[in-house]
């Protein structure tokens, strides 16, 4: 399915196993932050256990990331500005995240 091997490429650069994991033939749940004007959009997403976060970057030709702050959880490709960045959140929890190139661009995720 494309859908399962879109976030396979998304693992591909988580650095731990906890947040992501494969589920493949399962319907997630997908809520889409847009990486526009410097901002996150919706900065804040509410998601059940299992759902997945697609970061759309819109932004060009600025460049962007996805970093999660804290814990090393997830991390997009370092300068991004355009395509999509997906994470997989298994478990409940507040994933707070920012774009490294711009420390204002700041988000959270709410697993749970
Ligand atoms: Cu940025």
Partial sequence: MKRTASVVAGLAVAVTAPVVAVAPATA????????????FKPSTVRIGRGGIVEWRFRDRPAPHNVTSRGAKRFKSSPSQQSG??????????TYRYVCTIHPNMRGKVVVG
């Fill in 28 to 39: 997630a749940t997908v809520k889409v932050v847009k990486v526009k004007d410097f901002d």
């Fill in 84 to 93: 999509k960045y997906r994470v997989k959140f298994r478990r409940s929890g």
